[in-house]
């Protein structure tokens, strides 16, 4: 049973640019999250999601920012016209269920914006 | 205001010796605590998760302490190893809703031989 998986690890973009971080749960999970570390501080939460539909994303940007967890493949997080500021680590967690359930944390996706 | 303060922020010991992590918090409702480890450049990975009626709980050598009163959390590791130099994420959630959850900025423990 493989663990979330994100790819890609490293993402280099300009100022700009889009970026697209993907992310596979763990198999059987149906829920996913997403969070942000900024260098020297703690992981933020971004935004929840089941399958097809947006629990919780009230720690999402609201410009430039999007996600999506669709019916067949990965969650993708969607940064449109990057800026130097997006620059941080983005980790996917997932979970079977929500509440007390463990969420287990992909190895992230360090996104450099030059 | 949600919030999740951990102390110290970094922390030297010997290899061998314990150490104890501390989590304070003032997230309300309550709902659960867990205690995180986030080796360098990877994901974090559960270690504890505690929920209001608990007030221990133990991994191998790691064992968390919860004080639902006090709003208090400790990780304490006994007999380090050098493995343990890591950063200890406090994490608290919030009950009703999406339960989600409150980072501390975790304390970076290294362990020197």
């Known amino acids: 049973n493989a663990g979330v998986m994100q790819n890609p690890r490293h993402l280099v973009r300009r100022r700009g640019q889009e970026a697209r971080l993907r992310c596979s749960p763990m198999?059987?999970?149906?829920?996913v999250y997403w969070y942000r570390q900024l260098p020297e501080e703690g992981l933020k939460f971004m935004v929840y999601l089941q399958k097809e539909n947006i629990i919780d994303e009230s720690g999402m940007p609201k410009e430039r920012f999007s996600a999506e967890f669709p019916k067949e493949g990965p969650s993708i997080l969607r940064i449109q016209q990057v800026v130097r500021g997006d620059s941080a680590a983005y980790f996917c967690?997932?979970?079977?269920?929500?509440?007390?359930?463990?969420?287990?944390f992909g190895p992230g996706t360090r996104l450099t914006v030059l | 205001k949600n919030q999740v303060e951990q102390s110290p922020q970094s922390l030297i010991i010997l290899e061998g010796k314990n150490c104890t992590l501390q989590?304070?918090?003032?997230?309300?409702?309550?709902?659960?605590l867990r205690w995180y480890k986030q080796d360098t450049g990877r994901g974090p990975v559960s270690l504890t998760i505690?929920?209001?009626?608990?007030n221990t709980k133990s991994n191998g050598r790691y064992t968390a302490t919860l004080d639902a009163d006090t709003k208090q959390s400790s990780l304490h590791i006994t007999a380090s190893q050098l493995s343990d130099s890591a950063s200890y994420i406090c994490?608290?959630?919030?009950?009703?809703?999406?339960?989600?959850?409150?980072f501390g900025r975790g304390t970076s423990l290294i362990v020197h031989p």
């Open positions: 198999k059987g999970h149906s829920h």
């Open positions: 994490v608290v959630s919030r009950s009703g809703g999406s339960y989600i959850p409150t």
């Open positions: 505690m929920t209001f009626s608990e």
């Open positions: 989590c304070n918090y003032t997230v309300s409702p309550f709902s659960n």
């Open positions: 967690a997932s979970s079977p269920g929500y509440g007390t359930d463990t969420q287990y």
